[in-house]
Nanobody, 118 residues
Framework: VQLQAFGGGLVQAGGYLRLSCAASGRIANINVMGWYRQAPGNQRELVAGISRAGATNYADSVEGRFTISRDNAKNTVYLRMNSLTPEDTAVYYC?????????????WGQGTKVTVSS
């Protein structure tokens, strides 16, 4: 499975960005897709996830500002980020969880940098 993310960039506080991540390869067993982020000096943290059926979950810090969505026909997951703050500055990584015998294997995209200026 290969994941390619797009959409990062520089935006002013209060602005918005939309990230997208397209999956390709052996994707038949991919269930959950989502986004994590990692700011300098911090651990990678969950931002949002969405199942193939459309169930979503969000980190408390982005609830109400970010919206995750998914197009299963295009094997693509999106993250609409509104009301951005400098605290949202990070490298954003998309993930895809592959159901394998006995558990889950997580694939990662290459990361896309989001910088929010004050």
């Amino acid at each position: 499975v290969q994941l390619q993310a797009f959409g990062g960039g520089l935006v002013q506080a209060g602005g918005y960005l939309r990230l997208s991540c397209a999956a390709s390869g052996r994707i038949a067993n991919i269930n959950v897709m989502g986004w994590y982020r990692q700011a300098p000096g911090n651990q990678r943290e969950l931002v949002a996830g969405i199942s193939r059926a459309g169930a979503t979950n969000y980190a408390d810090s982005v609830e109400g500002r970010f919206t995750i969505s998914r197009d299963n026909a295009k094997n693509t997951v999106y993250l609409r980020m509104n009301s951005l703050t400098p605290e949202d500055t990070a490298v954003y990584y998309c993930n895809a969880d592959d159901l394998i015998p006995g558990g889950v294997y997580r694939y990662w995209g290459q990361g896309t940098k989001v910088t929010v200026s004050s």
